[in-house]
């Protein structure tokens, strides 16, 4: 199939720009390598244009101010609108983009992006404040207020979906924004932005920047102008990002890796249920997910079946272009990603881990020109696996049995991780007890990667702090100023210096 290379442009100071430079770089489709289009590679001085249109849009405009909130619920519902209105063209550019399949882009991603911008948008009007009671004769108020400019930088594994996390809150709290797309799959974030622009968003209080992260993200951590960044990728330049902000003190949220455990007892009964939710855990969206639960804990008395079984149904994920309705898994980012996990599979092999199905590139028919994997299943016998500690960001699962529950606790924590987990019993008590214990973010019981706009999301240890989505996220797009009134009558003020 050939199709026109389409050339996309950045959005800055309500304008639709080229860069500076007038540079471009091209997205490639993933499951067939074709070229889909063109979009600005932009620069420093991008960056700096961008975050001068957001700055005078804080400033000069009436955005931030509390009496605003219904003009900003306003808008976020007309851009919630308008990406519905959309959702055909959005999806599949999206799986052209990405590699990832048009039922989970269609029935997923996309409308999930368009229920957080109408989350936030009711909730615009929802920030509050506190009286707090300061002894003596005095009314003291805690204020939140708007940080000011700030900048999202994010991965690539869920591209419509990030922009929606991280500009619907902000801009609710009453913030601007330059965004950054992952250089990866920057199209959707730039269609987005034509949604955002025609649903009347002020001159400067969205901006999207695109190009290569070590230059854009670098500008925008050390930009002096910006309050605040987002953070959405690896642990590893989450860590450089940290540093980079550190100059000019910025407000972070890092929302990074993980290696999530799924545990699952022998007295959870359903066992066809937690074989499939083992299987939606792993290899949704090929294993390119943050919360992806690859280390898999089965209880030693049902462990044998379950094996079994799970082997079976692997076998079973059609393998396709995103494009194609049967295709349940779809293709690896790029080729570099994909030579990462196919090492990381080679690496498991070394090592002694047990391969049970899959492990190959596919490369046979429509798989030849794309970057495909087969889903894949290891049975480990202990945890020391470099499989089992480093983060694969593919289809591979790591299969564990275990023996008691303080066990299992215990290996599930042990790991420099804490972003999700999941708990599979039929017993309230022991779900209770080992939730608790688990050190992560998110516990999922009896289900796993059901992600809600509602309610937060984000790590525990080195997978980050501070929370995206849910009315938490608010907390971190606004900052607390103490108002002191002081009472008093004129004839009773008191001062220490007299
Ligand atoms: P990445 O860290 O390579 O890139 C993330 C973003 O940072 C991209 O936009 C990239 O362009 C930019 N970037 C790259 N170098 C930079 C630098 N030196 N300074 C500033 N920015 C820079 O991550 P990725 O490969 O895009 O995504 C995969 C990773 O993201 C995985 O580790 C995954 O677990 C993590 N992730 C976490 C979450 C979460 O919510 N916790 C969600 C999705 C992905």
């Known amino acids: 199939m050939t199709r026109g290379i389409k050339q996309y442009r950045m959005y800055i100071d309500g304008e639709f720009v080229d860069a500076v430079s007038g540079e471009t770089m091209s997205s490639v489709c993933p499951a067939d390598g074709e070229i889909i289009a063109t979009f600005p590679k932009g620069g420093q001085a991008d ?209 990074l890796g993980g290696k999530s455990p799924n545990i699952i007892f022998d007295d959870f009964t359903n066992q066809e249920a937690a074989v499939g939710a083992a299987l939606l855990g792993l290899y949704f969206n090929a294993g390119q997910t943050c919360v992806a639960g690859s280390r898999l804990y089965v209880h030693e008395n049902i462990y044998d079946n379950f094996k079994k079984e799970l082997v079976r149904r692997v076998g079973l994920i059609p393998v396709g272009h995103g494009m194609d309705w049967d295709s349940r898994m779809g293709a690896i980012i790029n080729e570099s990603q994909m030579r990462s996990i196919l090492d990381l599979i080679e690496t498991g092999k070394k090592e002694g881990a047990k391969l049970l199905i899959g492990g190959n590139r596919l490369m046979e028919g429509g798989h030849a020109k794309g970057f495909f994997i087969e889903p894949t299943v290891f049975e480990c016998d202990h945890d020391d696996y470099t499989i089992v500690k480093k983060e694969i960001f593919g289809p591979v699962l790591c299969l564990m049995k275990f023996k008691d529950e303080q066990e299992v606790i215990k290996r599930a924590n042990n790991t420099i991780y804490g972003l999700a987990s999941a708990v599979w019993t039929n017993d309230i008590k022991r779900a209770f007890r080992v939730s608790k214990a688990l050190k992560a973010g998110q516990v999922w019981i009896n289900q796993y990667l059901v992600l809600s706009n509602f309610a937060p999301h984000g790590g525990y240890k080195q997978s980050g702090f501070g929370k995206d989505l849910s009315k938490y996220a608010m907390d971190n797009y606004t900052q607390i100023k103490n108002i002191y009134i002081e009472l008093c009558s004129d004839d009773s003020y008191i001062s220490t210096f007299e």
């Not at 009496?67 to 959702?87: C, M, T, V, Y």
């Not at 009671?133 to 869920?158: F, S, T």
């Not at 025609?198 to 002096?224: D, S, Y």
Request: aromatic share 6%.
């Open 47 to 255: 960056v700096d244009k961008a975050v001068r249109a957001a700055k005078e849009a804080f400033e000069n405009t009436n955005w931030g101010n509390t009496h605003a909130s219904d003009n900003r619920g306003d808008l976020l519902r007309k851009i919630a609108f308008g990406i519905r209105e959309q959702i055909d063209e959005l999806a599949e550019l999206e799986v052209l983009d990405s590699g990832k399949t048009i039922t989970d882009v269609s029935l997923v991603d996309v409308h999930y992006a368009a229920d957080c911008f109408e989350y936030y948008a009711n909730l615009a009007n929802q920030i509050y404040g506190e009286v707090i009671p300061v002894p003596g004769d005095v009314l003291d108020i805690a204020v939140r207020e708007p940080l000011g400019v700030c900048a999202a930088i994010v991965a690539w594994n869920y591209p419509i979906m990030f922009a929606a996390w991280k500009i619907a809150p902000c801009l609710a709290a009453g913030n601007t924004i330059v965004y950054k797309p992952s250089s990866e799959t920057s199209l959707s974030a730039l269609a987005l932005a034509k949604i955002i622009d025609e649903a009347g968003a002020p001159k400067g209080v969205v901006n999207i920047v695109t190009g290569p992260g070590g230059v854009i993200g670098k500008a925008l951590c050390e930009h002096p102008d910006i309050e605040k960044v987002s953070f959405t990728g690896s642990t590893e330049v989450g860590r450089q990002v940290m540093q980079m902000a550190a100059s000019t003190m910025k407000k972070l949220t890092m929302e």
